[in-house]
């Protein structure tokens, strides 16, 4: 079928994951064990079973996927109320992080039925039976569902996200028009919630290099800012085999941002550059 | 101190495992595998013609081969690999302008794709066996 | 190649630093990719045009200038975009060193067929 947004979910799906073998190249620490299950409280009607992830660094033992019998009539729409919802009433170690529950701080982004969105802004409706959850995919996780983000915020830090000007500052503001300001458009409202960069195969083979979709679409915002004077240096940065060129448009990205923006279309405008600097 | 997560390193989430094949994904290791199984068919493409400068025999022989069963599958196979492999390279080439991605138009061309490299297969099958008929 | 374990993310992130080069080699991956649509496409018709036939025929159609011109192209742009397409896919997929045997195997390899398939052709073409 033909995806016309990023938030539509496939009603059907030929495959729900590739035919390979579950632990092929997966540390044995990494493995995911047998976990147990909550069932549903008494007299419960609407009932829908969540597997959910869960590690706990405390005990040493591996990662497991427990099963919680959710009463959907006790609990919000989201998931994050499901994920309130066991936290309050069945389990309360279970671990996630969360802040706005609006899609604007990308906090609660997660692997949810095996693509990567924000939990609060998924539908209960929307879930396949059972709904799986993991922590956003390719990531050291700290406890459940809590990634640790830590490399990733080293390689935004990498690109220096922010306006570089040699002339010396305006009396006033710095002025664009609103044609140059139109540039930046779809590209300044990320969130850095990671569902991009977490879901693209390249970056799970060379994520230690490759900067990854969500960093690349953050250094295209600062290339495409008018006011901005230190694009050569930039691309400099960027054009690596690795840094950039690991990028082979799979576009993954463009497919699951929350927010509907293009880190695809972005990792373009920036090979377009490279080509058109030295040509 | 003691640092607990220091006795055992964090366990890394899922990637190919857990991540649901999707038209995007699938489709871009299409084109690494058809593009693999084309360098095989390089591979025979340089036999093939170096047996025809070698001799009639020789010729006969991999020409011989091709026709077997085994060989004309084969054939299909290449055939299917290298429309899928050109289209799916002729859309990387768009991208690579900047235009198209938007995720109707990826969905859109994607399916393109498939549906070309199939007709274009089932047209040089049939084309090929009146040619030769 | 991850040289630091207790070093600070931002040292892991930088690694060896920028290469400041792939826009080149990205380059010619299209520039042979756009070679080989007319290219490939002149293959599988002559290819269907002469399937089945016997040696006599198919060394009469290589010794037309048309045909040997294109075929060397053919076999140029070819193993350039093998060679190219080959090297991404084990940088991708090998982080060992042996990696960088693989990358030196593929590239001789490539070259020696381009040159097998060539000669072979001009042989057809010129031979008495």
């Not at chain 1, 997966?26 to 976990?35: D, L, T």
């Not at chain 1, 590209?187 to 690349?216: K, Q």
């Not at chain 1, 495409?224 to 060129?245: H, I, N, V």
């Not at chain 2, 009639?56 to 054939?75: E, F, K």
């Amino acid at each position: 079928m033909i995806i016309e947004s990023s938030n539509q979910v496939p009603r059907a799906t030929l495959l729900k994951r590739f035919p390979l073998p579950r632990n092929l190249g997966v540390a044995p620490g990494s493995r995911i064990g047998p976990g147990k299950t909550w069932p549903a409280p008494a007299g419960a009607v609407r009932v829908k079973s969540f597997e959910i992830y869960r590690y706990d660094p405390d005990t040493g033992e591996n990662p497991r996927l427990d099963t919680f019998e959710v009463d959907l009539d006790e609990c919000g729409p989201m998931l994050l109320d499901v994920l309130f919802w066991i936290k309050n009433k069945v389990d309360t170690t279970l671990t996630f992080r969360r802040s706005c529950r609006e899609g604007i701080c990308g906090s609660c982004a997660m692997t949810i039925d095996g693509t990567n969105w924000l939990a609060c802004l998924r539908s209960i409706s929307d879930l396949a039976t059972p709904a799986t959850i993991y922590p956003l995919a390719n990531m050291p996780v700290i406890k459940d569902l809590v990634p640790d983000t830590t490399h990733l915020f080293a390689q935004y830090a990498m690109i220096e996200p922010w306006l570089k000007s040699k002339t010396p500052a305006p009396e006033g503001e710095r002025l664009q028009s609103p044609e140059e300001r139109s540039q930046v458009d779809g590209y300044y409202e990320c969130i850095l919630c990671f569902c991009c960069t977490s879901g693209c195969p390249s970056h799970w083979w060379n994520g230690n290099r490759f900067l990854g979709p969500a960093v690349l679409l953050q250094a295209w915002r600062w290339l495409a800012d008018s006011r901005d004077e230190a694009a050569g240096e930039r691309l400099d940065t960027l054009e690596d085999p690795m840094r950039l060129y690991a990028c082979h448009t799979i576009l993954n990205c463009t497919r699951t941002c929350p927010k509907g923006l293009n880190p695809g279309k972005a990792i373009a405008e920036i090979k377009k550059m490279v080509v058109e600097r030295r040509s | 101190m003691p640092d607990p997560a220091a006795k055992r390193p964090r366990p890394l989430s899922p990637n190919i495992q857990n991540y649901r094949p999707q038209l995007t994904s699938v489709l871009s290791v299409t084109n690494r595998i058809t593009g693999l199984a084309l360098s095989a068919g390089a591979v025979v493409l340089v036999l093939w013609l170096v047996s025809a400068a070698t001799g009639p025999q020789a010729y006969a022989a991999v020409q011989g081969a091709i026709a077997s069963w085994v060989g004309q599958v084969a054939l299909l196979g290449f055939t299917f690999a290298f429309f899928l492999h050109l289209c799916g390279g002729i859309r990387h080439l768009v991208w690579d302008t900047v235009h198209g991605f938007e995720l109707r138009a990826i969905y859109a061309s994607g399916w393109a794709v498939v549906a070309a490299s199939l007709a274009l297969t089932v047209a040089a099958w049939t084309a090929s066996l009146f040619m030769g008929g | 190649m991850d040289r630091r374990t207790m070093g600070s993310p931002l040292a892991r992130a930088i690694g060896l630093g920028s290469a400041r080069k792939g826009v080149k080699h990205w380059w010619a991956e299209r520039v042979s990719a756009v070679a080989l649509v007319p290219l490939t496409l002149w293959f599988a018709a002559a290819i269907i045009a002469h399937a089945g036939s016997d040696h006599a025929a198919f060394v009469a159609w290589l010794r037309t200038p048309l045909a040997a011109i294109l075929m060397v192209l053919l076999l140029t742009a070819l193993f350039h975009h093998t060679v190219l397409g080959l090297q991404v896919v084990i940088e991708d997929y090998m982080h060992s060193g042996a990696k960088f045997a693989a990358v030196i195997a593929v590239r001789l390899g490539c070259f020696a067929l381009a040159a097998a398939g060539i000669v072979a052709t001009l042989r057809i073409t010129f031979g008495g």
